[in-house]
């Protein structure tokens, strides 16, 4: 058996070499790995911060496919496709910088804005009006897919009243971290004078407000970024699930050998080990994952 062989094996597959237990199945191995992990996390994200255009948020968003992907879904609904509008990207454009701005993920601004204030202020009579937010995902179809699971969302996104609707998606800095904010507000021209009130006083036009995180605008209005040499979110996710697609092998591979050759071992954590490690991978894996926020007027 030559060295590098002899290495794998030791490493691997259980063998009187390593007491029956695959070395990298050790305690102290899998202790080794967590602080990798964790060490491997933190020096991406300081990176991240520090040189964006080396290591950052990299996403594949686009007006053109927020608005097919929500336009497919209201016509699987049997509604009306929605009309792109300058005035409704403008605002949510805006609405986007403004979060970037004054550090805040929310439908309200800390000043009190509302996206309501936002659409009027681009020259927008509406009738009815929502918004949609999205922050953290790589691609188009993935925001349009986490909108329809969150009922709130959805809701707003198959809302029958809707005419047309805008979109800005932008990178940036929030609360110290590179992301992409989506910005989705719906509307219908004014037929009639709204009636635009707090949330205290009755109000006869219905408005409905939502929010996940990714940020949409349209061609005219969307920012020309450079895209970071290397995705943060992805290289995370793609560390974790090779670690945790290393150890579920080596897990099988060892317990049906030591079953096969009937070997008994005075004691065996591996399965408390595994689950250990495979909770902090997945914890690296989950934060690096989308969010989406929700509020209905």
Do not use: C
């Amino acid at each position: 058996m030559n060295a590098i062989t002899a290495t794998i094996t030791h490493l691997f597959t259980p063998h009187h070499t390593n007491n029956h237990r695959p070395r990298i199945l050790h305690p102290e191995m899998l202790v080794a790995i967590a602080a990798v992990v964790f060490v491997l996390h933190t020096t991406m994200q300081i990176t991240a911060q520090s040189y964006p255009l080396i290591l950052g948020y990299a996403t594949n968003i686009s007006v053109e496919d927020l608005l097919f992907y929500t336009n497919q879904e209201r016509l699987n609904h049997g509604l009306n496709s929605l009309q792109l509008n300058t005035a409704l990207s403008r605002a949510a454009e805006k609405k986007a910088v403004d979060m970037f701005e004054d550090n805040y993920w929310a439908h309200t601004a800390p000043d009190g804005a509302t996206p309501w204030d936002f659409i009027v202020t681009e020259g927008y009579s509406y009738s009815y009006a929502g918004e949609n937010l999205a922050r953290d995902f790589s691609d188009s179809k993935g925001v349009v897919v986490a909108w329809m699971n969150s009922s709130s969302h959805r809701d707003n996104l198959l809302r029958g009243e809707y005419q047309e609707i805008g979109f800005a998606v932008v990178n940036g800095s929030l609360d110290g971290n590179e992301t992409t904010l989506v910005v989705q507000m719906f509307g219908t021209p004014q037929i009639r004078r709204p009636i635009i009130t707090n949330a205290s006083i009755s109000d006869t036009n219905e408005v409905a407000m939502q929010v996940p995180t990714p940020i949409v605008s349209s061609n005219t209005l969307s920012r020309a970024v450079k895209k970071p040499v290397i995705d943060q979110a992805s290289m995370q996710r793609n560390v974790g699930y090779t670690i945790m697609g290393v150890l579920g092998t080596v897990l099988i591979v060892d317990s049906f050998l030591i079953w096969k050759r009937k070997t008994v071992r005075i004691a065996g954590h591996n399965l408390a080990h595994f689950i250990f490690i495979v909770s902090l991978i997945g914890f690296v894996i989950l934060s690096s994952r989308g969010s989406i926020l929700s509020s209905v007027q």
